[in-house]
């Protein structure tokens, strides 16, 4: 179900005043990476830079897909959502948790206009992005 236009705009506004930092999504990683040996485990490998800008671009995928632009899904957040699904990377509804967890935390910091509305906000677009990717699963 879409969410309320204004709520998704409040979190696009708190995206933006994050992202002028460009220590969020390395924070991000710091606080998630650290929320479990499993987590860290899995990004032994990779390549920060590409992540993060591959993130930046799913984040946005995510409020689109909360916004229920149109009746297809988001191409782009279909083929990341794949990507985490059985028989790719396995990423089980537990870690949802902890990358959930870890994003909430991270905004807190960085946003220096966040409210629990902003935060609740945040939740629940994301949570339904969650969803979408769990779908896939
Ligand atoms: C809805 C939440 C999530 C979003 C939006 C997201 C987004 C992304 C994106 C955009 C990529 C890059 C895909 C590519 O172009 O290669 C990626 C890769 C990855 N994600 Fe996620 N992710 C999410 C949740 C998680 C969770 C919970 C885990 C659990 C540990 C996870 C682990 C990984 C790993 C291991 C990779 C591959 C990294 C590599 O290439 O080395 N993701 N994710």
Redesign the pocket.
């Known amino acids: 179900m879409p969410l309320d236009p204004e709520v998704l705009n409040e979190v696009e506004r708190s995206l933006d005043r994050c992202g002028a930092n460009p220590a969020f999504l390395d924070r991000f990683y710091e606080v998630f990476l650290a929320s479990s040996p ?2 860290l485990a ?2 032994e ?3 920060f830079y590409r ?1 993060k800008r ?2 930046q ?3 946005h995928g ?1 409020l689109l897909h909360a916004r229920g632009a149109g009746p297809e899904p988001d191409p782009y957040l279909l083929e ?1 959502a794949k ?2 699904s059985r028989g790719q ?1 396995s ?1 089980g509804a537990e ?2 948790d ?2 959930l967890d870890s994003l909430l935390v991270t905004v807190k910091e960085f946003d220096p206009q966040c409210t629990p509305e902003i935060l609740a906000a945040w939740e629940q677009a ?1 949570t339904q ?2 969803q979408f ?1 769990l779908t896939h699963y």
């Open positions: 499993k987590v899995m990004f490998h990779t390549n992540q591959a993130l671009a799913s984040l995510m990341v990507r985490h990377l990423i870690l949802y902890l990358w994301m992005g969650i990717f």
